[in-house]
Each structure stands twice: as C-alpha cells, then as structure tokens.
C-alpha cells in the first residue's frame, strides 16, 4: 500500500470537488442575487485549501497504485467529498440543518440517491437549489471518471481505480485502449445526453433553471427537484414522457452509449438489441409497466385509462431505474404496487449506468443460474453452461454474483434491525433501508416524501446504506477484513 500516493490522489479530488462543485452555483447566485455567493465562496477556500496542502506535502510522491489501493481511494473519495459536500448547506442562512443533516442531504446528493431532509425546495435559493442538483450530477458519473481522465497526466496510474468502482460483473467490452481516453469520451456522453435532455425539457414547457436542473439529477438517475412536488409540479404528460424516455437511456450500460457514439458514421443501434442484459432490462420495464397500469385500471384508482397508463409507467421507469421522481401519490395505491415499486428498484438500472440497485446482469444471472439448477434435477450429469448472448460464463463469475447477493441479503438485514432498534415501524424501516442501499430515494410510510423525522442514529445509518450502494457493498466491506491489511 501506498500512503502518500492516497492522500496525494485524495488532495486532487478534494481540489477538483471544491472548483467544480462550488464555482458554478456561486455565479447562480450572482447572477440570481439571492445572497449564497459569500457561503459558496467560503465553502470553496475550506475544501480547497486543505486538498492543496495534502497533495503539496505528497507531490513528489509517484508510485503506482495496487488493488488494495484503489478500493481505499474509491472509499474515502465517496466518504471524504460526500462529507465536505455538506459545507453549503449547513453555511446558509436560508435553510436551519444540523451537522447530520447537512451531511445527509450531501451524501444522498452525491450518491445520487435523492433522498432529502429538505422542505419548502419552492422558496430556497436558486444557488442552492443548483447546488442539489449538480451533487447529483457529479455523482452519477463519478468524480472519479474526471478524475481518471486527468490523474495519467499527473503521473498517477488510474484502472486499479476503474477496477474498484466497477467492482459487479463486467461484460468483456474494451472501450478503447487508453483509460484517460475513455473517460473522457464517457464524459462527453453524458454532457451530450444531459443537454439533450435540458433541452428536451425547455421545448416541453419548464422554464430555462428547471430545466437544466432536472437534466442534472435526471441523467445521473438522481431524482432530486427544485420543487417539493418533485416534476408532478409541472402536471405536465410531455414532461414526464420526456422524463421517462431520458431515465431509460440513463438506466442503459454506457458501454453500450459509447459504441454508438464511436460508430457515429454508421449511426447503428443494433447492439442494443444485441445486449442480453438490455433486452432484460426492457423486459422488466414492461413486464412491470404492465401489472401496475392494470392494477390501477381495474382498481379504479384514477378517473381515465390515459392518467392510469401516464402515471403509471412513469413511476414505474422511475423507481425501477432508481431515480426517484414522483408525480404521484404512490402510497395511496393498491398496497400491492408500492411494494412491487421498492422491488423494482432493488432490480435496479444496468450495470455501467448511473443506476442503483442491484443491477439487471445479475439478476439475469441469478435467473439463469436458477434455470440450470432446475435442469441439473432432471439430468444430473449434464453440462449446461450459463450463456450471456453467446459468451460463456464462466463460473467464477456466476459464484461472485451469488456471493454478492448474499452480502447484499445480509447487509441489508443488519441495517434493518439496526433501524428497529432505534423505534421505526417495519414498513417504514424496511423501506428506507431499500431506498438508500439501491440510491432510490423516496420510500414508504413516513418516509414517502422526507427523511427529515428520523432520529440522528437514523439517518448516520442510512447514510452508511447510502455509501454501500453506491459503492456495490464489496467495495467498503473490503476494507474492514484483516486480510486486506496484512502485508
């Protein structure tokens, strides 16, 4: 392991994060004249100022990452600027939060999770609300993706951070040979998608600030709002297609976005098709669509077939992708589909999105794993591989797949009986722990709309759920078995 070159990378981020997350809103509110440019500004020099003294001391400084490092990096990157991402919110006077809840709302921004201890979003600072909205942003590519496009240049090796943040089974697709390279081609991606869909919002009726503000937390699969309503503010049908069509595209591997973008002469889309884990995905969508619109349809729960089908779908592709936008009351449904929502979400977006959950390729793999067991019964000495197209899996693969669902399984359960210890009901624990741990954001009970009644303990608790989903629980439980740190 390989300290000083740790906290020299940590330094770098911290420098980056304080520019990039700071800056930005600080000229919103110039421009805005609401009054948060001095905390924005301060925000900035404490970030920044520590991260230029801890990469000044370590500078010199230039060894080559391992394994064991990058899973520290990936850890403390996500701890580390989730935590001083917290400075602006608990610096302004528009808004009364304690440290906890500063700390919370920047997590769950950062992690894209997008549950929120804020009320009255209506009435705050435009700056502010910027703010929110760009955590999320930044999250749901990753930091770390700018960072691996820039630290090469520094002379600082990067895919033993790649490997850690990716840490879910990975399709055999070589981007392109380059990791600063790729990275910086994903990265044009996603402000390519995040424009179009700023714009898309523009034409279909919210004014220019929303609308780039919804392209931010919509494309980073984040779902927090400049209204408390979230988009149903708008009781706007476009908005909510253009919402669901861009939550899609979100949702999909971006391996699969970046061979369109690199075949732009061939403008094919083919491989889409191709993708097993896309065509499960699409699958699900539909398979899940279609039993929520029927249930509301013969519940009667809405006065037209049009508002059940509109309503419907977009929850739907909202909570299974794990973004987390609502135009509805969905607490006030059948009691069979707000539980049907939670597991969708537990299901999640695609792996190499900006999703949560648990991702479709395992699922798909667990399934597949399931149908092979069931054949084993009735010819016990038969060979069966687990296919994905027409690549063989091999079966370390599908063992690391069982492996992290049962850490899954058993993280999540800890995390719920830690919440029924502090006095929550079984709905509302239940739920909140699913929310946080797949980066959904809204759950049940008293926490459909905010988290804000929760206990301090609480919310620490799901701030730890929030880390483990965005870092696929492996990541940071890696880090407290003895062996990662014997020599």
Not at 22 to 30: G, H, Q, R, T
Not at 424 to 431: C, E, K, Q, V
Not at 444 to 449: D, G, K, M, P, T
Request: net charge neutral; proline share 4%; glycine share 8%.
């Amino acid at each position: 392991m390989h300290p000083f070159s740790i906290i020299r990378i940590i330094g770098i981020l911290l420098m980056i994060f304080s520019l990039l997350g700071n800056l930005p809103p600080l000229l919103v509110s110039l421009f805005y004249k609401d009054g948060m440019a001095t905390d924005f500004l301060t925000a900035c020099l404490i970030i920044f100022t520590p991260g230029c003294l801890l990469w000044a001391l370590t500078a010199r400084r230039n060894n080559e990452l391992t394994n064991r490092d990058g899973f520290l990096v990936v850890t403390l990157f996500w701890a580390v600027l989730g935590s001083a991402g917290c400075l602006p919110f608990w610096l302004s006077e528009s808004i009364t939060l304690s440290l906890t809840d500063a700390v919370f709302e920047s997590v769950s921004g950062l992690t894209t999770t997008g549950a929120t201890v804020i009320s009255g979003l209506d009435n705050l600072p435009k700056s502010l609300l910027f703010y929110r909205q760009m955590l999320q942003w930044m999250g749901g590519m990753g930091i770390i993706v700018l960072a691996l496009a820039l630290l090469p240049m520094l002379g600082i090796g990067g895919m033993q951070l790649y490997r850690a943040e990716s840490p879910g089974p990975i399709k055999d697709t070589k981007l392109v040979p380059r990791l600063a390279e790729t990275a910086k081609n994903l990265w044009y991606i996603y402000l390519t998608l995040t424009a179009a869909c700023a714009l898309s919002y523009w034409l279909a009726g919210m004014n220019l600030f929303d609308a780039i503000c919804h392209s931010f937390s919509t494309i980073a699969i984040g779902g927090f709002s400049t209204h408390d309503d979230s988009l149903g503010y708008f009781q706007n049908p476009l908005v909510e297609a253009v919402a669901v069509l861009f939550m899609f595209i979100a949702g999909v591997n971006f391996a699969l976005h970046f061979m369109t973008w690199s075949r732009k002469k061939e403008s094919t889309v083919r491989h889409y098709f191709q993708d097993s884990e896309f065509r499960f995905y699409g699958f699900i969508l539909l398979l899940v669509s279609f039993a929520t619109v029927s249930v509301l349809l013969i519940s009667g729960t809405y006065g037209s077939a049009d508002e059940a089908l509109i309503k419907g779908i977009f929850q739907v592709v909202s909570f299974a992708t794990t973004t987390g936008f609502t135009t509805a009351d969905f607490n006030s449904w059948p009691l069979f589909l707000p539980y049907v929502l939670l597991y969708a979400a537990i299901i999640g977006a695609c792996a190499g999105s900006t999703g949560g959950g648990m991702k479709v390729i395992r699922i798909l793999l667990i399934f597949k794993q399931g149908i092979r067991e069931v054949q084993r019964l009735i010819h016990p000495r038969a060979v069966i591989p687990i296919k994905l197209g027409r690549k063989v899996m091999p079966d370390r693969v599908v063992d690391s797949v069982w492996g992290f669902f049962a850490v899954y399984v058993m993280a999540y359960m800890f995390m719920l009986l830690a919440l029924l210890a502090t006095g929550l009901d079984i709905i509302t624990a239940f739920s909140a722990v699913g929310a946080c741990i797949n980066n959904l954001g809204p759950g049940l009970a008293e926490v459909s709309q905010n988290y804000a009644d929760l206990n301090l303990t609480t919310k620490w608790i799901l701030c730890l759920a929030m880390l483990l989903g965005r870092l696929e629980v492996f990541t940071f439980l890696v880090l407290i078995t003895p062996m990662f740190w014997k020599r």
